[in-house]
């Protein structure tokens, strides 16, 4: 691979604040296409902020975000969604009372340029529930199937880039499969995915690299059999 010219997205030298606490250290991070790249971490070690920042959500106080060698830092939000970077928020955030059909609806928008072109019908291969549910409003959905909504009006998007922050906090097991599921086949359809995950066994599993965030920058990055096999990473890193 090629890794210059296979880069997609590029952030460096990151950094974040939240009010007058600085949160992002100067974080780097390349994401290739057809990667899966998971951001796993201790809580409050700046991986949802690094989400955030990249989304535009939090303002980056200094540092690049390109995009195909697009620098995105400091644009708003739906900008950065146009240029081809959709975001799954932990809070799901559907509009409640919505349909699941008109959720997806307002989701959908024109593929940028070499991105994977999605239809709802596509949506409801990867999770019937939700054609079950398709008349139902959003509000009323339990935990599992809004989740399932949000992953969806996301995708609707045609992403280049999918940014997920933690989709299987407090899903059934059978749901998280389909969710892990849903993410691998995204990804061998040409969309690159930055996954938040808690469960480090998911985050082995469907990623094909792995990075881990202690005090607000990436203190390893590796390939997932790498992580597994670093005890010494674990434990100052990861170990509760």
């Not at 708003?76 to 975001?87: E, F, M, Q």
């Not at 307002?106 to 409801?124: L, S």
């Not at 989709?167 to 061998?188: F, H, Y």
Request: glycine fraction near 10%; aromatic fraction near 4%; proline fraction near 5%.
């Amino acid at each position: 691979m090629n890794e210059l010219n296979d880069t997609l997205l590029a952030v460096e030298n990151l950094h974040a604040h939240y009010g007058k606490s600085h949160v992002l250290y100067g974080v780097d991070l390349q994401i290739h296409r057809n990667e899966v790249v998971s951001l796993v971490g201790r809580n409050g070690a700046g991986r949802s902020t690094t989400m955030k920042a990249i989304m535009g959500l939090v303002p980056p106080t200094s540092g690049r975000i390109c995009l195909r060698g697009r620098d995105l830092a400091g644009s708003r939000p739906y900008t950065i969604c146009r240029a081809g970077i959709a975001y799954v928020p932990e809070e799901r955030e559907v509009f409640a009372n919505l349909t699941v059909d008109e959720n997806l609806q307002m989701g959908e928008q024109p593929p940028v340029a070499g991105a994977h072109r999605w239809t709802v019908e596509q949506m409801f291969d990867y999770f019937p529930r939700l054609k079950e549910r398709r008349n139902t409003k959003a509000g009323s959905l339990s935990g599992g199937e809004q989740q399932m909504l949000t992953i969806c009006r996301s995708l609707l998007g045609n992403p280049l880039v999918m940014l997920i922050d933690e989709p299987t906090e407090g899903l059934a097991p059978k749901i998280v499969v389909q969710v892990g599921e849903c993410i691998q086949d995204m990804n061998s359809k040409g969309v690159s995915v930055i996954l938040v995950e808690q469960k480090l066994t998911i985050a082995l599993k469907v990623s094909t690299r792995v990075c881990v965030m202690g005090h607000g920058r990436i203190v390893f990055e590796g390939q997932p059999e790498e992580l597994a096999s670093n005890e010494a990473v674990v434990s100052q890193w990861l170990a509760v």
